[in-house]
């Protein structure tokens, strides 16, 4: 394995990098430097916390100038990675008198004007960059080197055309890194159409996989919400993250996790970007050991220390999967990945399960207490958004609580957890209903995967 010093980087920048006590560069970082300082297009194949920003960063450390206007652009996914970026950057060329910037939507867009006047690496959404475009009040025709990070995660949420628009307001004449977990057929067709003779280069996943224990419980809907209380409060965990699909299901899950006495918080797309960075920087700091989140919020993160990654609810593809459970078993650490399966995740984790490299084993649930749930009572369009009811809330604890095979994903209410019954959830085909003896609330559904 090289070291830094055999990367062909600066004085300064290693003695920036020891500083900050980096003793030898990661996989990524050890192939891909080199190459970006040759000035190739680079394709990488590299998961979250695998130390791509310093990959590229370097990169742009070395090779740009102050005051010669933007000459990097860096495309992200999301608000918390371009900060993320943003501030890594900023710490690696502290010995370099480089103006960075993070562009993105949710804030203000006066400042982010007047900053971009002196900047020379951007940071930003692609949504946000192209209001800055439009406005003309962003200059891309000097920039040197365009980074799309996370690209396949930028497709995923739809940002195809919006990062292919940016793209040709670049100049053709630069350099293209591009950063991706995955390398899809959309990833391969716009670095054939926007890079030059590109050299692809994978790392290894950072997980290890002889430290993660990946398992499933397949309970009945009556106690999934039970269930994930139980484990939380049985399973010793240092930093967890619990994912869920749809915001409305954070916030269920959130505030009910506070009913029943674990301090939780939740990080979703629907709250501001001032309180998701407040969030953030109570988990990190260890304020808050359970973080419940949707996948786009947490997008990109690098948050170390997860020890447990819940799947509150199933992911739709196997790649989601993969992501949610590389938060945990990183750095030589043991971490568990566990899956909470209800009726309606069926469709769901079949899908998942068609990944030949997923393999996750089934455990038994023991006899669990009912959990409080607290129903929040509103009203909607709809028989499936309304709550009837008095006041605003009201105690569930002696409610099941359940799930809606006619609703995979809870965002439509939340109140699915405590309202659908059992008929809705017998109705999945390929199940049959196996209640255990006295009707306790440890019933199972018997499956076929």
């Known amino acids: 394995m090289a070291t830094f010093n055999e990367l062909n980087l600066s004085e300064p920048l290693l003695k920036t990098i020891a500083a900050m006590h980096f003793e030898i560069p990661s996989e990524i970082q050890e192939k891909t430097i080199p190459l970006t300082l040759e000035g190739k297009d680079v394709i990488a194949g590299s998961a979250t916390g695998s130390g791509k920003t310093l990959a590229f960063g370097a990169c742009l450390i070395e090779k740009l100038e102050t005051g010669k206007g933007i000459q990097s652009l860096i495309l992200v996914p999301t608000r918390e990675l371009a ?157 967890v993250l619990v994912f869920c699909n749809t915001r409305h299901n954070a916030d269920f899950v959130t505030r009910n996790l506070r009913e029943n006495g674990i301090h939780a918080k939740v990080i979703h797309g629907g709250l501001s970007q001032s309180k998701r960075s407040d969030v953030l920087e109570e988990f990190h700091k260890g304020e808050v050991l359970v973080l419940v989140c949707t996948d786009i919020a947490a997008r990109g993160l690098d948050i170390k220390g997860v020890s447990h990654v819940y799947n509150y609810d199933v992911p739709k593809v196997g790649k989601d999967y993969i992501h949610r459970i590389g938060r945990t078993a990183r750095a030589g650490k043991e971490g568990k990945a566990i899956t909470i399966l209800a009726a309606r995740d069926y469709d769901n984790f079949r899908s998942v399960l068609r990944d030949p490299d997923i393999k996750i084993e089934k455990l038994e649930l023991p006899y669990v207490e009912k959990a409080k749930i607290v129903i929040e009572e509103r009203r909607g369009r709809g028989d499936r958004e309304s709550f009837r009811g ?53 019933g199972r559904y018997r499956r076929r995967f």
């Open 83 to 239: 900060e993320q970026v943003a501030n890594a950057l900023i710490s690696f060329s502290r010995h370099k008198d480089l103006n960075i910037i993070a562009v993105y939507g949710g804030v203000g867009i006066d400042q982010q004007i007047r900053n971009l006047r002196g900047s020379e690496i951007v940071v930003g959404t692609p949504g946000r960059i192209l209001d800055h475009m439009q406005r003309r009040t962003i200059d891309l025709s000097k920039v040197k080197v365009l980074v799309l990070d996370e690209a396949d995660r930028m497709l995923d949420m739809g940002f195809q055309d919006d990062v292919e628009r940016i793209i040709s307001h670049c100049p053709k004449d630069r350099q293209t890194l591009l950063f991706s977990a995955t390398i899809s057929p959309d990833i391969t067709l716009i670095a054939k159409k926007y890079m030059k003779h590109p050299i692809e280069v994978e790392a290894d996943n950072q997980v290890d996989p002889k430290k993660l224990t990946q398992v499933y419980y397949d309970v009945d809907s009556g106690v999934k919400f039970s269930a994930l209380v139980h484990l939380l409060k049985d399973e010793k965990s240092e930093l």
């Open 390 to 442: 008095r006041g605003n809330f009201r105690s569930a604890g002696s409610y099941r609580d359940r799930g809606s095979s006619r609703g995979r994903s809870e965002g439509r209410s939340s109140s699915r957890e405590s309202r659908s019954g059992d008929r809705d959830e017998r109705r999945s085909s390929g199940f049959r209903s196996a209640r255990s003896h006295g009707g306790s609330d440890t």
